[in-house]
């Protein structure tokens, strides 16, 4: 079984004393690959020297919309020059945080350097990994309707392969609504732990929605560890837990659910089959 976790942060300190173990059991474990998103300059550094120092893994550069303190025309023209490293597949992760972040002023400027993202990433011709957080955790709110306002505009300049698979909307926590309109834009959509969460009956019965050839499965490690390692250090290794719940809400094989999500990755990071 060949599985790929496109989203884990193993740049994370929490993985200091073992990262190269953890590495070895993901790839014990049968995944092929993983990306590693960045979440500012220092982060997507890392990200970078990771993918260059394991075969297995790839990255993404940007800035998280909750890690923009450091955010610079300097800053960001270093993570520009990152992007040129050939196993950087996308710009991530970007996007719009407003659980984390209330002030009015600073969600503007979460927009603007997302939009500035977003324009670069078509400059190089790479997807995108957006991270979504409403307030208080709701499925529905004004981040939802920036977003998508935002990719929308964003989408409609897009030619060719990126219009085709503009990007991820990762661990996807809205409702169906808006899922259908990511879908209509082309967007993929990453499915993490939360999805196996013995109270998530609504969230399954979304994913149950999603259309297989659009679905990615991530691990978001460290954090949203799957039933049944709920409440541990997340890694990349517990991905199959994701793709088993995915392979009984759609009715399938966790073979199948496997080979599709890896087929899926391949073709929106272009690494290879
Ligand atoms: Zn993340």
């Known amino acids: 079984m060949q599985l790929t976790d496109t989203h884990c942060h193993l740049d994370y300190n929490k993985f200091d004393s073992d990262r190269a173990d953890v590495i070895r059991r993901a790839n014990d474990s049968g995944l092929i690959r993983l990306l ?23 990255a993404a550069v940007g800035f998280h919309p909750t890690d923009l303190e450091e955010f610079s025309e300097s800053t960001f023209q270093q993570v520009k020059e990152l992007a040129s490293h050939p196993k950087v597949v996308a710009v991530g992760e970007i996007g719009i945080d407003y659980y984390w972040v209330k002030e009015s002023d600073k969600r503007a400027i979460q927009r603007d350097v ?34 998508l306002r935002i990719l929308e505009e964003w989408q409609g300049t897009l030619q060719g392969t990126l219009a085709e698979q503009p990007g991820v909307l990762h661990s996807f926590n809205g409702n169906l609504e808006t899922a259908q ?12 732990g939360p999805v ?13 929605h999603f259309p297989l050839d659009k679905i990615l499965i991530e691990t978001d490690s460290p954090f949203l560890a799957p039933v049944p390692v709920r409440g541990k250090r997340n890694e990349p290794a517990f991905v199959h837990h994701i793709a088993d719940k995915i392979a009984e809400i759609h009715s399938k094989s966790p073979a199948e659910i496997a080979a599709i999500t890896t087929a899926n990755a391949a073709r929106l990071f272009a690494w290879g089959d």
């Open 114 to 147: 997302l939009k500035q993202q977003l324009a670069f990433a078509k400059e190089i011709n790479k997807p995108v990994i957006i991270h979504m957080r409403e307030e208080n955790d709701a499925w529905i709110g004004e981040a939802s309707i920036d977003l």
């Open 36 to 58: 590693v998103p960045g979440l500012q300059h220092k982060s997507s550094k890392e990200a970078v020297q990771l993918a260059e120092s394991n075969p297995s893994v790839y």
């Open 181 to 192: 309109k990511a879908l209509a834009l082309n967007f993929y959509l990453g499915i993490t």
């Open 196 to 208: 196996t969460y013995k109270n998530a009956d609504e969230k399954r019965e979304i994913t149950r």
